[in-house]
């Protein structure tokens, strides 16, 4: 029963990732998301232009995801209730 509820809670983390990639479309190949126990999280594979940050992080953030400024370890986040 608890692999049940287990694989039930994994399924239903990756529908929330779904909207993330269809939002990205071609810029997926740019960066890596990061499904994670109580957020998302989307990290730029290397260094972006400008254009495509901008692109990525406008799509991102009305998906709801903030961007955590760190230098080379930036990435943007999204917490999952």
């Known amino acids: 029963m608890e692999s049940l509820t287990r694989q039930a809670a994994i ?12 939002g990205l479309g071609i810029r ?11 957020c998302i999280k989307v ?5 972006l232009d400008k254009k495509d940050w901008v692109e990525i992080h406008d799509i991102l953030r009305v998906q709801g995801f903030s961007l955590l400024a760190n230098g ?3 990435c943007w986040i999204r917490h999952i209730q």
């Open 11 to 22: 399924h239903a983390k990756d529908e929330l990732v779904s909207p993330v990639v269809k």
């Open 28 to 38: 997926i190949h740019k960066v890596t998301i990061l499904n994670e126990k109580d």
């Open 72 to 74: 080379k370890d930036s």
């Open 43 to 47: 990290k730029q594979k290397s260094w």
